[in-house]
């Protein structure tokens, strides 16, 4: 990558970061962290072994594709690199998919081409994005299996799993016909940006279809790359909710797991519900204090795991960030 744009993206990020950070209460952060003591770590370091298996499904997606027209190798600690700071620009950037994955993008395709390098991004995202859907939609069977239920809440579950039920065929279907074509052009009815679509479709014709062609033949040709990618996938989503396991037990010794799940399930969606905000500032917290309510965990509990959870979020992005100058020499 030219290193303007990886300053580009750097300084950016570094903006945003700082933006937030700024809005943290140190005082009550350092007062919580001292609470947490070695749990706090461990939550630290959950995600350095979250984001392998993040760069795993990735790896397998890439090299699914083939090695024809690859001018340069790339190792997995390489791409496990570019997935952290992937990852920690879109926590940055309002809209989420508007930083991260055009750094993938313009990070890898000096080694595979610009229309595998795009290919692989989009399919990693479809599966990253597909995954979530079956986790929220078994933590909707979870619900119903371990926990009481009432009318309101089972009218809720039902709109929840018909949602993801409707996400998962649609997300299916655009692994069977490829997303890049259609994905352009619906941007070609939005205002503003609705020109350029346009503009970008007809140039870029066959470049498109190459690239929907590519994201068809994983599904297709390789289901067993694409199980794995979502069954990976899927495995992070479960385990990440270590996390608030780990940090409730410094409060609530009686912490139980399957509970983490539900929690980290229903926070998940409300926080994506409000992509739109960077970091999801205010809807992550908003989602763990509904939860923990709904699962007759104290509200003081609820604030304490999000505090932590937005501290975790806040050094992981700094790492990320700071990764991004890290580019391999030679």
Partial sequence: MKKKYQNGFLIFGLVVLAIMVSQLD???????VQRAGYWFVAVVLLWA???VLNTAAW?????SQGTEGTE???SFLWLYKVTVSGFALNYATPGGLMGGEPYRIMSLSPYIGTERATSSVLLYVMTHIFSHFWFWLLSCVLYVVTQPLNLPMLLLLACVAAFCLTAIWFFLKGYKRGIAVAGMRILSHIPLIKKWAKRFVESHAEQLHTIDQQIAALHSQNPRTFFTAV?????????????????????????NYLQC???LAFTSLFANMLFFIPLQLGGREGGFL???KGLRI????????????RLRELIWTAIGLLLIKMERKG
């Fill in 26 to 32: 140190f005082q009550e952060v350092w007062t919580g």
């Fill in 49 to 51: 072994a979250l984001y």
């Fill in 59 to 63: 790896w397998i997606i890439i090299k």
């Fill in 72 to 74: 340069r190798k790339f």
């Fill in 231 to 255: 069954l990976l996938e899927l495995s992070c989503r479960v385990a990440s909710a270590l996390e608030i396991f780990f940090i409730l037990l410094v409060i609530l010794p009686s912490a």
């Fill in 261 to 263: 799940i539900l929690i």
């Fill in 290 to 292: 509904l939860s923990a």
């Fill in 298 to 309: 104290g509200a003081s509990e609820g604030i304490f795991v999000a505090l932590l959870v």
